[in-house]
């Protein structure tokens, strides 16, 4: 049986980002630079991150936007050594919570079309493929698959979720 973490998910501060950074470098060809995270931290109002802790050390992260009923998964990574235990769709399954909050129904990501674990749990949790970006990843020109889950749950009122505009 695969051993599943003891975590727990709470928002990401700027003082997160030097864990953060050590994770986004060894999961990714082009990591984020620290100057990408800030600005979704203290800049964009539509960005959503969280990390997720074992033993009060952090273990992943992930960050999404939310526009009006969509949600965007923006990245995601959990540190090798706590790969496969359960932390990858902890997060996922919070974003899900957190989506619904901001009156999401629906979530969109980008997979690399190499990255099969990924798409196993992505599958898993109800999302589909449903296109393909050609060369999304600069870096190794790779293309993305563009999957989408369509049933987070009801929005809420159009009028609720727009009121910061006001």
């Known amino acids: 049986m695969k051993e599943v973490l003891d975590i ?4 990401m501060r700027v003082s997160d980002l030097d864990r ?6 060894v999961s990714y060809p082009t ?19 969280f990390v997720a802790r074992h033993n009060g050390e952090i273990v992943g992260y992930v960050g999404m936007w939310t526009i009006l009923e969509e949600a965007h998964i923006t990245n995601i990574a ?12 902890r997060m996922l399954l919070a974003m899900f919570e957190e ?6 129904t629906r979530m969109t990501l980008e997979v690399r079309v190499s990255n099969y674990s990924a798409q196993a749990l992505y599958k898993e949790l109800g999302f589909v493929n449903r296109g393909i970006r050609k060369g999304y ?3 190794t020109n790779e293309d993305a698959y ?18 910061w505009m006001y």
Request: glycine residues 6%; charged residues 35%.
């Open 8 to 11: 727990t998910i709470e928002p």
């Open 20 to 25: 953060v950074l050590e994770i986004e470098a």
């Open 31 to 49: 990591p984020w630079s620290r100057r990408a995270f800030q600005s979704e931290l203290t800049e964009n109002s539509y960005a959503h991150y």
């Open 78 to 89: 959990v540190h090798p050594d706590f790969r496969r235990k359960g932390v990858g769709r």
């Open 99 to 104: 989506a619904k909050r901001y009156g999401c």
């Open 137 to 139: 990843y600069s870096d």
């Open 146 to 163: 563009i999957m989408w889950k369509d049933d987070l749950g009801p929005a809420r009122p159009k009028e609720e979720r727009l009121r």
